[in-house]
């Protein structure tokens, strides 16, 4: 999954240089993180010119918290190829509350000066939540404060000392933010992700699933090992879809 997660993401920068991406933090994409880092190193695969917004962060933490979403992404991707610093944007957990809105509001614009997101890759929740929209998150939203789940809570406690010093609240990209990217790709590994998917993928649009508003999105790659796949009707038809395209119609269909 991160291999193939990985090539394709190296191939479209190699397209695009200057290509706009919305990136996750979690312990799904690592893997995907690891292989650019491999390419960059001995592929000589460049993001020099790749301009970067981050899903979402913790609200309020400081960006040198060793949880915190800033600290992750540097020590794990950015700070090990050779991207710009000023083409790096990741929401702040610092922000006063009193300028919350503006800030998000800030945050919007910036990706449109940008051009807009050419792709975003995602996990999901086992919720069906995606970046920190939680179920009964509009599907119209944008960039915003939002409080988190119980449930989310609990499944970050495992990251801190303790549940009680798990962050209440998040900056994150709403769901119409995410979906006015061009092509979208979820990544997603694991039994415990199953269910979501299947109800993502396979359910009725609403909001209680935000992933299930993907289906609205015209361009969606989505990549999944067995396990995540596992609750799939309709495995056997996506397993043919994925060998028809890779064979026919994928290889150099982006950006013609």
């Known amino acids: 999954?991160?291999?193939?997660?990985?090539?394709?993401?190296?191939?479209?920068?190699?397209?695009?240089?200057?290509?706009?991406?919305?990136?996750?933090?979690?312990?799904?994409?690592?893997?995907?993180?690891?292989?650019?880092?491999?390419?960059?190193?001995?592929?000589?695969?460049?993001?020099?010119?790749?301009?970067?917004?981050?899903l979402d962060e913790?609200?309020?933490?400081?960006?040198?918290?060793?949880?915190?979403?800033?600290?992750?992404?540097w020590d794990n991707f950015f700070g090990r190829v050779d991207i710009a610093k000023e083409n790096v944007h990741i929401p702040s957990g610092?922000?006063?509350?009193?300028?919350?809105?503006?800030?998000?509001?800030?945050?919007e614009k910036d990706i449109f000066a940008c051009g807009g997101l050419d792709i975003t890759i995602l996990g999901i929740g086992r919720d069906g939540h995606i970046g920190f929209n939680e179920p009964g998150s509009s599907l119209s939203s944008k960039t915003r404060l939002k409080t988190l789940t119980q449930e989310t809570i609990s499944?970050?406690?495992?990251?801190?000392a303790s549940l009680s010093e798990v962050p209440k609240f998040a900056i994150?990209?709403?769901?119409?933010?995410?979906?006015?990217?061009?092509?979208?790709?979820l990544l997603a590994s694991g039994r415990n992700k199953a269910e979501a998917l299947a109800k993502a993928i396979e359910g009725p649009v609403t909001c209680e699933v935000p992933a299930s508003s993907l289906q609205l999105h015209k361009e969606v790659v989505i990549i999944a090992d067995e396990e995540a796949a596992n609750a799939?009707?309709?495995?056997?038809?996506?397993?043919?879809?994925?060998?028809?395209?890779?064979?026919?119609?994928?290889?150099?269909?982006?950006?013609?």
């Open 232 to 256: 799939l009707k309709r495995k056997k038809y996506h397993k043919f879809v994925e060998k028809m395209w890779l064979k026919d119609v994928w290889p150099g269909m982006l950006y013609k």
């Open 155 to 160: 499944d970050n406690g495992r990251c801190f």
């Open 58 to 73: 913790y609200y309020p933490i400081s960006p040198r918290h060793p949880q915190s979403y800033n600290r992750y992404m």
């Open 1 to 54: 999954m991160s291999e193939a997660a990985a090539r394709f993401l190296a191939e479209e920068i190699k397209r695009k240089p200057d290509i706009v991406l919305g990136l996750p933090t979690g312990a799904t994409p690592l893997g995907m993180y690891r292989e650019l880092v491999t390419a960059h190193r001995e592929g000589g695969l460049s993001f020099s010119s790749v301009r970067i917004f981050n």
């Open 172 to 185: 994150t990209m709403g769901i119409s933010t995410i979906l006015s990217s061009r092509v979208i790709m």
């Open 94 to 107: 610092e922000v006063p509350a009193r300028d919350i809105i503006k800030y998000c509001e800030s945050y």
